[in-house]
């Protein structure tokens, strides 16, 4: 009987052992500093990215990036992990970041292009700089067909300003990456201002009287438009 209650006090301090320190290590996900004592990590984790649901090869140079992080707020890309994009609003998918332009450490062309994301929380904290989250893909640049100003019309007050980017097409319909050397912009009548006049992308700044304006922008032999609706500012 003696020998009995021994073995049950003995299984309780073993169940009690398993609650306060097995239990809580899974519960609190803590981190063992330099001096010995337990941290709580700060900022959103590293959490990972695939390119375009993990296929081998892509055509498109803007493709869909699958994107998870805990405690995000905003998210960042890059082609080398050192190079970074503007911060945007953290989201699970995006498709904004062209992996082969030469832009934000990628390489321009054809080739194994790798793609980085980092993440900050509304705090200002960065996921680990150590643990970037990454994933590479091969990417095969088919030929320029035609080009297009995103967007394609907009409507602004008067004496406001407004980004406007090119982008390019195959056959297809796979974005290309342009050459940024390679690209000018124009405004109809000198109304309104353009900065700058050459690169992938440009701002028009608005005159003082309202109307319907167009901007154009040429790549080699290739054309495309854009309008914009100046109105009053109410």
């Not at 960042?76 to 498709?95: A, L």
């Not at 080009?147 to 409507?155: G, M, S």
Request: glycine residues 8%.
């Amino acid at each position: 009987m003696k020998r009995q209650k021994e073995i049950i006090a003995l299984v309780f301090i073993l169940i009690l052992f398993s609650i306060l320190f097995i239990g809580c290590e899974n519960i609190i996900p803590n981190s063992l500093s330099d001096s010995g004592i337990f941290t709580i990590p700060i900022g959103p984790i590293s959490g990972w990215i695939v390119v375009e649901n993990g296929i081998e090869t892509i055509k498109d140079c803007t493709p869909v990036l699958s994107i998870y992080s805990e405690g995000a707020a905003y998210m960042s890309f890059s082609g080398d992990g050192e190079n970074w994009t503007n911060w945007v609003d953290y989201d699970d998918s995006y498709e904004e970041f062209n992996i082969a332009n030469g832009l934000n450490g990628t390489e321009f062309g054809s080739g194994t292009r790798y793609v980085y994301v980092r993440f900050k929380d509304e705090d200002g904290n960065l996921s680990p700089s150590e643990e970037l989250a990454w994933d590479a893909v091969n990417y095969e640049m088919g030929e320029l067909f035609s080009i297009k100003i995103l967007p394609q019309e907009a409507t602004i007050s008067v004496n406001s300003s407004y980004l406007f980017t090119l982008h390019g097409y195959d056959l297809k319909l796979n974005e290309v990456p342009l050459e940024s050397s390679k690209i000018n912009w124009s405004k109809s009548c000198g109304v309104g201002e353009l900065s700058p006049t050459t690169g992938l992308f440009t701002t028009y700044t608005a005159p003082s009287i309202p109307g319907k304006r167009n901007i154009t922008a040429h790549h080699n032999n290739l054309r495309t438009g854009a309008v914009i609706n100046v109105i009053e500012d109410n």
